[in-house]
């Protein structure tokens, strides 16, 4: 059976106040393997920013993890992508450009092989575009002035990040019905099982991940509060 898929609206590592609230639940749905847990980072949406890069590693190191990256710019031609990702516990995808990433990663045979290793049981996890990517179709800003485009399509549903950012977003979610179709606030996220809805969480106070009903409401969904250890 295919790996955890984790959807995140936004904020996470790169926020300065971060707790690692969220890294920690990620990283316990790993299959348990001996040795300290493999992470890697995709940075593709951003052009491989080096300070998402720096901050992910950062963190991730101080949870006791091997952490490293994989970067398309420049692409590092001597290196194998395939067995990256296949001997990674979690993959972890970073916001930016989700249109540009997934035209990327298709240009190169890459969806191939993060789908691969997903089956296998590496967890995938992503925030913003990171998130979008795995779901039917998106919201994004990845085009002027906002809109739906599809994804991969790992997860049969709509996903809209950043739900409480631009305005546009709520009207583009709500006219999502024909599938299942949920939005997240930054700080909010969302886990998928081999592709079915399994909760939403989130490790601030008082925010709600939303899933849009038949008549094209957005519904508050129960969402559990992550808690520091001890």
Sequence with gaps: MSAPIVAIGGGGFLMEDTRGLQERYILSL?????????VLYLGTA???SERAQLRFMRLFTS????ADTLAFFPYEMKRDYTQAVREADLVYVGGGNTVGMVAVWREFGFDAALRQA???????AGISAGANCWFADYVTDSIPGGGIRAGLG???????PHLDGEAWRQPLLSRAARRPAYGAPDGVMLRF???RFIEALTDRTGLAAVEVTAAGALLAMPTRLLADAG
Aim: charged letters at 30%.
């Design 154 to 160: 790992w997860i049969d549903a709509t996903f809209c």
């Design 118 to 124: 997903w089956e296998d049981g590496t967890v995938l």
């Design 46 to 48: 951003s052009g491989d």
């Design 193 to 195: 099982d081999g592709g």
């Design 63 to 66: 949870l006791g993890c091997r």
């Design 30 to 38: 790993r299959r348990q393997r001996a040795g300290a847990p493999r």
